[in-house]
Structures are given as C-alpha cells and as structure tokens.
C-alpha cells in the first residue's frame, strides 16, 4: 500500500511540507486538511486587500484545491477541522463542518501545521458585532465589508505591532479615520528607537491618531454593534469597527492532548528535524517552538518565511532525508507579537 502522509492545515507551513514531500517521494498519498474555506494563501496580503491594493480574495490564493491536485497530486479538504489524534493507533478524527460528518482518516506520516490564533482580550463588550480580528482571508472579507458599509468612516486599531500598522495604512488608504492603541510606550517595541520614532512620524504624517501606553479597556456598543471604544485612560474613542490585533498564540492544543510535549510559549516541541517527541508527527510553522541561534535560547517567533521553510524541512526529512532547522536570528526569546 502507498504511504500515507496526513497535514493539518493548509496555509504556508503545511502546504510547503505536503509539496516538498511529494516531490522527493511521489508515491506518498497526501492529504491535507484545513478548517476554513482557502488553502494556499498569502495570509501577509490580507492587510492589502483589507485597503484595496490586493483586489479580490483570489488574488490572495496560489492554488485551489483543484489546482493543487492537478499541479501537485495532493488531495486538499477544506471545511474540514480535525479535532483529535490518536498517535497509538496513527489515526486522525476529521470533522466535516459542511456536513458535520466524522471521517476517520489513517496516517503513515502526520504533520501538524495549525497555526496560530489571535489573542482576544477579555474586555466587556469583546464579542460585540463590529469586533475584528485579521488571520484567514474570511476575517479579511468581513474588515473589507466593514469598510465598504462604515457610515463615519472611523475605526480603531488596537495594537501597534506589524499587522496592527499595516492595516491602518491600508485602512487610512480606503479613507478611513484611524486611531491606533498600543499599551507599550513605543510603536514596535522590539525595534530600536529610532525605528520606532520613525514610524510613529509617518503614521502621524499620514493623519493616523496614535496613542501608546494606553490599552482598550471596553467596547462601546449602540443597538448592538459597535460605536467606540473607552481606554485605560478614560478617553472615549468613536468608531464603526474595532480590529484586535494584540499577538497571536500558538495552536496547539491538538498535539497537547495527543500527548505531545508542549514546549516555549504553549508552543509545540520539535527537535532540529522538526519532529516532535513522536516519530511519526512533525509540526511546523505559527504552532511551534523554534531555536535563535544568537541567543541560543528558545523563542516562539510566528512569521510567514519561517513557516515555509521549517514545512520544507519537515517535508524534506519524511522523504527520507536529514535535513537540519539552522533556528532563527528574528527578535529576542521574549517576543512574542
């Protein structure tokens, strides 16, 4: 019988081990499964799409599961979230959510690419219809429908880290009024000042209210959506949505309750090879602890470049070969964004 070679999830880090996999091994028999609706996708165009530069969703999207199939012979499933594995028995539960159907699905070879989520800070009104936070293409079209219908053409983004920034240009270039909330003293903290003082100049050039060493305390609702929100320090801020991008946390609670090691950060244990402390899963990508070889510490440092090729090595080592994670120079073990 072929090989069988199992993925969860199918963005950067699962897609570049399912590919790499295959290539080097074409017998294998690869499926991978991803919980929303898109696979291959830029999830660091969202920003531009959010403003206009990128102008449909598809041009986020390299390939369609169709696409994917017929270029590289790997069976994609979306809509389908798996929800448990059995490493004694090398099996994975798949739960369709079209139909809401449990497949049952064996694996020779099981890598875990789940990515990270947004961090939700636990606020009142949080959950309140106009609260946004930017990680798959479906988030980016309900911020870009936000934008189309928001009749005062104000919003507030909390948190000044990479993506916070780069959806308030985006945002400031659909013509929308922003403010940005960030609770550290500094735009990107982990940049030197100078950067930093840079930054806030162009945003400020651009028109972009800034307020740092201020935290979003509460979302103002009115009818049930979203009119303002109020700060840690008594300001009332007016805006017809709200986007939450405060960090993100690693995924992985799959693997923690299949028993894997758990390591930086809540983040999943892999070794130099990107295999976890079973033989037959790796992981990689947004959901895994990785090595800075400048400080020779851990670090959790979720980022697009790292998430593809830690996927090529993982796929590169389920062929057969030896391939070594060199680690990364990006931030210090504390980072975490």
Known sequence: MRKQLVVVGGTAAGLSAASKAKRMQPGLEVNVFERSGFISYGACGLPYYIGGLVQT????????????????GILAHTHHKVINIS???????????????????????????TGASPVIPDIPGIHTKGVFSLRTVEDGMKIKKAVQEARNRKAVVAGGGFIGLEVAEQLTFAGIDVTVVEAMPRLLPFLDEEYSNTVRKTLEEHDVNLFTNTIVSEIISSDGEVSGVKTSDGMAIEADFVIISVGVKPNSGLAKNAGLKIGFKNAIFVDAYMKTTDDSIWACGDCVQTYNFITKREAYVPLGTLANRQGRIAGENIAGHKKHFQGNSCFSNNENF
């Open 57 to 72: 969703e598809t041009e986020l999207v390299d390939f369609t599961p169709e696409e994917l199939y017929e270029k590289r």
């Open 87 to 113: 490493p004694a028995n090398k099996t994975i539960d798949v739960l369709n959510l079209k139909n809401n159907e449990t497949l049952v699905v064996p694996y020779d070879y099981l890598v875990i690419a």
